[in-house]
């Protein structure tokens, strides 16, 4: 009988370098994903205007047809989850991108109320899978050290994007040519990059660490084993694996929910709305109101670059989200408070309180779950959190529509981010033991003493847990 040989020491060096090439490797290209991936979730709100005049959509069916993306996302998100992991991340996020680049190129052709609530759908459907997804990616292939930072540069997409977004969108609107309208085209060339994208993801991307022929076998070797050891530490601190309804069962899973909720109510009310609010400023053409949006933008990357840092240094996760979601709160309140460009002012600063939060937030349930079963929840957490783009636009629209003002939506939005900031102080930063210890590993636990706590590994195989 041949003898098992244990496996060899990990040397730091050769995982900080392998480390290195992945994140250089991947993340320009998840940086610019994400940047397609949000503008063509979200230059809806370029061009509501133009829609109005032209076919006649009017506020409160803009609000339910920009909500109506975040309701097939939400349908559609957790079995995305699952079948990425089943085909393999390289092969599903190729998919995610080419059908919502259809999507959107199709927004173009919209004819009135029930064409535009239908696309809407579809592109929610399309994209559902993304985020999740690249979260499932860090996981096979970066140590939990090196995710935290990773997953700060692929958030910073959004951020980017909304800064880019208005003055690009701006910009194709103004294109004119084959009987098209400039809101046309502007769908039609921001959905085409999306597809152009698939094809350069299916060239680049690997699904595994042990594919990558840009890493030496001993690179490849460093990160297959300390991944693996990392999860056979969870597993050994976690005990026995719990069941998906187990988790669903688990109240902490409703207050992730909660949280991840009212940060996205926050943010899609702002961007859904702010290019509305800039044009009260004055007689402003869509280039300017496009180069106006991009200021809130702007200071909210610095400010979640600064909370990240912060964060990092002074460990008080849930003290930081709190903090943040304050800061939001208090900006929504004040934007109420003067005219249209004190409001524009005070958005600029809820901007730096819900972007920041958002990327605070992420590390708390990442932390809490077991890394079995963590994927599909994480996907779940997401998208019911991600309800909160259906119900600010939707509310958003209903209000101006009826009452002339969004006033009422704006003090809802305070009054949702102040809960919220004293429910993050109930939220469990570290797993839950369910199960006797007698079981454990000592030796390996003392040998990585944290990483029972940080440890973000997902299960390759989740589809039989999840179903």
């Known amino acids: 009988m041949t003898e098992v040989q244990p496996a060899l020491p990990i040397d730091p060096g050769t995982l900080a370098r392998a480390a290195a090439k992945v994140k250089r490797h991947v993340l320009p290209l998840f940086v610019v994903m994400f940047i397609v991936n949000y503008i063509d979730r979200v230059n809806i709100g370029f061009v509501r205007s133009h829609m109005e005049t032209d076919l006649g959509i009017g506020a409160a069916a803009y609000g339910l047809g920009a909500g109506l993306f975040f309701i097939g996302y939400a349908l559609f998100e957790v079995p995305s989850n699952i079948l990425l992991q089943r085909f393999g991340a390289r092969a599903w996020l190729a998919r995610i991108m080419l059908t919502w680049g259809a999507a959107a190129m199709a927004m173009a052709f919209v004819k009135g109320e029930t064409s535009f609530y239908i696309l809407r759908f579809i592109l929610g459907a399309a994209e559902a899978g993304f985020f999740p997804g ?33 003055p690009v969108s701006g910009a194709l609107l103004t294109v004119s040519g084959l009987n098209l309208h400039g809101w046309q085209w502007m769908f039609l060339i921001e959905g085409f990059a999306s597809i152009v994208l698939c094809g350069f993801v299916w060239f680049w991307l690997q699904s595994y660490p042990h594919q990558a022929q840009w890493l030496s076998t001993d690179e490849q070797q460093a990160l297959v084993q300390t991944i693996a050891q990392e999860q056979q530490d969870r597993e050994a601190e976690q005990g026995k694996r719990p069941s998906m309804f187990t988790l669903l069962a688990d109240g902490q899973i409703a207050l992730f929910c909660f949280i991840y909720f009212s ?10 709305w702010l290019p509305s609010m800039i044009k009260k400023m004055g007689n402003l053409g869509d280039f300017e109101v496009g180069l106006f949006n991009s200021v809130p933008w702007i200071i909210s990357i610095l400010a979640m670059y600064g909370f990240a840092a912060a964060a990092s240094k002074w460990k008080h996760p849930q003290a930081w989200v709190a903090l943040t979601l304050v800061i939001a709160a208090v900006g929504m309140f004040m934007s109420t408070t003067g005219g249209p460009i004190f409001a524009f002012i005070a958005i600029c600063f809820a ?13 708390l349930p990442q932390s809490y779950l077991d890394a079995r079963i963590a994927a599909a929840v994480i996907a779940l957490i997401n998208s019911v959190g991600n309800l909160g783009g259906f119900v600010a636009p939707t509310t958003f629209g209903f209000l101006e529509q009826t009452t002339g003002s969004i006033e009422g939506g704006l003090y809802g939005l305070a009054a949702t981010s102040l809960v919220a900031a004293i429910a993050v102080f109930f939220a469990r930063s570290k797993p839950r033991r369910d199960a006797p210890r007698k079981h454990l590993n000592k030796t390996a636990v003392s040998a990585a003493p944290n990483s029972a706590a940080h440890c973000q590994t997902f299960d390759p195989d989740l589809s039989g847990a999840a179903s």
Not at 263 to 272: C, H, K, W
């Open 351 to 363: 901007a730096i309180g819900f972007k920041a939060a958002s990327a605070l937030f992420w590390p």
């Open 134 to 166: 690249i979260i499932y990616y860090f996981t096979q292939w970066l140590p939990a050290s090196e995710r935290g930072k990773a997953m700060a540069v692929f958030l910073s997409g959004s951020a980017i994007a909304s800064v880019i977004s208005g």
């Open 263 to 272: 940060i996205a109510l926050t943010i899609y009310g702002a961007t859904f």
